[in-house]
């Protein structure tokens, strides 16, 4: 049984391997790209608007708000980052329901690739908004005893949400593959439909834990210009 | 026996462990954690969207540590390292 979409080879080329993750992780990108062009061409201000624009605001204006909920100063910053991040992990669990797609974020690469880039997003993030000193000072929070405990949960967190991601995925797909051999058609049916359930719970935490990892190293300067000025904390963005 | 038949004996074993062992805590905590939001839920019906989210974040943060079993025995069934490990240098 294969356990990961990396083994699955699509296509082969002088060497050039083109397999499964790959070519459904474009997939999913294409669809994502494609479909919000096709939406985001022809908006509307007036009183008629269409439905998919509709839908793409309530889905753009969810996100803000859920990060506007984390209390880290300006959403907007985020939104690109965050609301990729969800929608990407989203669409791609939700397609399991096509038949012959297997979810590009149940195999191992996919989700390393992702929290690399939440783990290159916290320092970009954190400097932009305290400067390098400011971030390099987070390390050193509460005291400089803590600097190793604060590099190794660095490193810890951006394992814990590879794993937490792939393994959730990686088990939807392997439990249905065990089911459909010894109680085949109907309890296979009921664990795809828990799985969906869990793609997208765990397309809402992996983003929800990227926005609380981004604001806990960039929190610290809004709450101190709080305490300075008793402004609202968007003044510095 | 051969080492090969070892490896598979103890893997088999310990990825029955693994899982069985693992998902205990786990499972205790989503129960208390379950338990105490439908109390809060009922004494505070006016904060379910906050503590709905709380919850379901908080439930995945538990539930990784069973994941993490589960991974770790998937690896142990089917991705074994070892068996490729005395397929290449003969079987000890």
Redesign the interface.
Known sequence: ?E?SPDAWILYEWRGWQLNATVVFTWGVMAILVLGSWAVTARLSEGETVSRWQVMLEVIVGRIRDQID?MGSGDPERYLPFIGTLFLFIASANILTIVPCYQPPTGSLSTTAALAICVLIAVPVFSIGQRGLAGYLKTYVRPTPLMLPFNIVSEASRTL?LA??L???V??GT?IVGILISIAPFFFPILLQLLGLLTGL??A??FA??AMVYIASASRDRASEQDNQTQAPNNQGD | MDPDTWIAIISIVTAGLTIAIGSIGPAIAEGRAASQALQSLAQQPDASDTITRTLFVSLAMIESTAIYCFVVSMILIFANPFTTLVAQTGGG
Do not use: E, F, K, T
Request: glycine share 6%; aromatic share 12%.
């Open positions: 049984m356990i909920d814990a794993i937490r792939y393994g959730n990686m088990s392997v719970i765990q809402y935490i929800i834990l």
